[in-house]
């Protein structure tokens, strides 16, 4: 008899139990709503941190469960922050713009308030016209619906093109890189009609909610992201246990193999990377009205190479692994690079944290790479008393297609 | 009667007088005297009748005259008023020179003399004169100068003594020179016209910015209203007609308004004035302020004011078409001569095609000097990643280290020359330490699991860049190149290469030769092909495939130190320079082919002239270039997945 699915995945339950309980205490020691033991950018930290740990279970489900290692997928969380940041940045602007024109004499026109708005938004690029891209950036829904569309609709183009002609392992992972680079370059111009270098910016503010302050604004992001990560990870944890969680894993082990089983490898991937794409999305427009602004610089590749490192650390292969990864990492480097570590005095040279950290941070991934293949969720493997072979990295076959040693654990 | 013959004596002694003076003073003497009044008053609006009878007198003193002039060594003697020129003797005392004898006449006291000082706009319009005496003066190089301030700002009247002086040249690159400017003066100040269309047609083979310059002025065009047709006799480029030819109604009536030709036309925002203006008890003419955020209603509300006269008449469309049919547009010729504009019409077309043509062959340059870098910078990548497999997300940043190892290596020899020839080795034994150091530390573990091999070099660039950042700070550090490699190869004035483009073309050239003799001809290359084709049957014959893969990377690694310099020498040393390499380097490698270095070489060209080429369409634009080019490798790869020299059979490997 087949057991239920939270029977089979215990771990859910208790990953599901620990965030409700973290949610209650934060919104109790919060400003807004609590003690005020916690302050509202500290708040504000803790609701990204949990919109940045969906992202990682989304770049789990892609390259611990699949293998593509995508570093493309913080490309499509800035888009998400675009697309929900349009709709910010129309929409307060328009208030803005509706409330200094009603003491004008003569009631404004509906083309005159479009024109002032979009000299407020585009004006620091030097332009006055709204480009074509914003043409639903008056509609909350279009634009809700776009942040999981446009991610999905790039996702599903590039993953067309790139698994058709059959480009796997570390030429996909360029690939990927390619496109990141392509897109923040594209966005960093002035005429991209996204306000180039400047970004969107003040996404802070929400518009018709100026009554809330930010300190209850932010506990109630806290939720939504919580809320998001909670049902992201529900629905990984769901799809993973499946059998199409076993036709993915077979294709990360073996693609060749799984082809000739009749399954269609290109569909599964495409299905897998489009989905993974869309959750990026919705984190990005849960992330970005905390941020408060949302630049080019935020899609660089080097920021989903973060995302791939946090998720190593975490380790791979595992949702909780990828959640944890993404809330130590970053809760650190916060820490490290805000000047709260203390400085280490070696007496001819002080290391001062918020330039070594980065160097630590890539030293320590080296290290888990070589050391810890399995990160920082191997050590539940130690508590429940798991171990593996020890095999120096070997394979475990006689050729490349064989299973390899952190595989076989699984 | 006799009163009438003293009267006329009187007369004549009183004009012959001077005339008696300038005699016993000598003629240019007496034309100086004669202008005395502007040449003291010295006004830049009055010089010229002063200049141009020194200039035309035709005496042979008058160059010297106007040297002494524009040199302001002319001096006035306050007893009588004569000019002279002065040369100091000692702080009070000057020597008088008497122009047309040139001898010395006289010393006098500074006290008595008055020092003639011509401004600098008179000293400009002095030293125009002084061109034509220039143009044949015995000395080349005064001649040159001459010519070079006749190129710079020519002038109707020296065209006549420009030809006069070009038979009597002797120096054969003068003469040409100035044969060349007297084409181009005759282009602009001939008086006849079939002399100028000769000349337009003569130099419309030339590529020189001059031509150019002589030809503009001769097709600009004004756009003129006329009312009813436009007069005969104009030289007409062509009519235009409004809502036409690019040409809109709204430019159309605007031109017709600011002319003051039609009544302004009303903007929206004059309606919004003018309502405002008139708002009585919340109507305006009757239509309800809260109403007028519908324009039809505004339009309504503003027609009725009119009506009333207490706004100006709004117009219809049906008026404004009215007012532009009464009048027509036309652009007219700035040169009266149809013949002439013709000629240099066609001339700039011709000129244009040459220049186009040049300037492919300027973007071909260009292109092979990009794709020359990105080989470079990939030629490295195509060793480890090519040749071994390996991938190293870290040689961006040996690129960088290669940069900064010149960088220092200039801190410490200041001689450019000797530096770059120490810096180039030093860079490559710096890397290739790097690279045997990675190679040993981490890469070895990770061979056959290449993703695992991309993430750990992705630590080890992240470390390396902040690493970077701490030692040399944020901002950019200069590599300069030698004075040698300074300035550039000019074709003509289109085409030209700056000598470090060609540096580096021939150092990737040697870089490819040199990988070809390592991979081919030795034994260490042998070895390499070994031990990547088959690692345990490599070793089965004795080969040790940890030692070769050691030394594959370090050489990999090396050749990107020595990239790192070339790259450094035109770009500024920053802790990203790498960063911003590596993935076109990847993409070079992998459309190329990888294991290949004709396919890198290939690969490097097709980027290269992609990205120029689509700079070149767009070229406001770098960032767009790269990302179109992304794209297109993107697509490209759809089609070629292996790259454009694609291994096959058993060299494929997989």
Known sequence: MRKSFLAQNPSVLIFLGILGMFTLAVTVASEGLGLGLISTSFVKTLGKTLVLALIAVAMDLVWGYAGILSLGHFAFFGLGGYMIGMWLMYERTRQIVVDSMANAPIPPTDQEIVDAIGTQIFGVVGSSEFPAIWTFADSLIIQLVLIVAIPGVLALVFGWLAFRSRVTGVYLSILTQAMTLALSLYLFQNDSGLRGNNGLSGLQNIPHLDHVPQSVLSVWFLWASALALALGYL??????????????????????RVRFLGYSVEGYKLLLFTTTA???????????????????????PIASIYLAVWVAIGGRGRLYGA???????????TWFTGGQAPDVNLGFYTISWVDWWTILLGLSFVAVTLFAPKGMGGLFDLWAGRRAPERHGADLGPDQGALREKEANE | MLKRVIFGLIAALAFAMPMFAQDAAGPMQ???????????KSSRKTIAPAIDAVAGSGLPQAQSVLEAWQAKDMWQRESDGLFFKAEKIDSKTYRLIDFDSGDAVAEADKRDLKQIKPNSGIRALIGTALVKFQLNDPDPARRADALASLERDADKTLLEPLRASIASEKDPELQARKRRLERLLTISYDPEEAARIAAIEEMSSDLGVDVRAALNPLVATTLKIFPGDPPDGLNVVRILRPGKDDFSRDSAYTLLSDAG???????SDAIRTALAENIEDGRVAGVPVHQLSDPAKRVEAYTALAAEGRAAPYLTEAEIDEALSTHSFAEIYAEPSPAVTNAAVAALGRIATRVGMNQTLDLVLDALSLASIYFLAAIGLAITFGVMGVINMAHGEFIMMGAYTGYVVQQMIPNHTVSIIVAIPLAFAVTFGAGVALERLVIRWLYNRPLETLLA????????????KNIFGTQARPLTSPDWLGGAWVLNDVVSISYIRIAIFGLALLFLMLFLFIMKRTRLGLETRAVTQNPGMAGAMGINPGRVNMLTFGLGSGIAGIAGVAIGLFAKVTSELGQDYIVQSFMTVVVGGVGNIWGTLLGAGLIGSLQKGIEWLNPSNTLAAQTYMIIFIIIFIQFRPRGIIALKGRAAGD
């Open chain 2, 457 to 468: 070099t992705f630590g080890i660039s992240i470390a390396l860049q902040q690493l970077a």
């Open chain 1, 323 to 333: 959640v944890i990864g993404a809330i130590f990492v970053s809760l650190v480097s």
């Open chain 1, 278 to 300: 869309m959750m990026s999305g919705i984190a990005g427009a849960l992330y970005y009205p905390q941020a408060g602004i949302v630049n080019p610089a935020e899609i660089a």
């Open chain 1, 235 to 256: 629905f990984s944890a769901w799809i993973v246990s499946g059998k199409f969680g076993s036709v993915i894993r077979g294709i990360r082990d073996n693609e060749a």
């Open chain 2, 261 to 267: 030709l039609a009544p302004e036309r009303i903007t």
């Open chain 2, 30 to 40: 007496g034309i100086l005297q004669q202008h005395a009044k502007i040449i003291v």
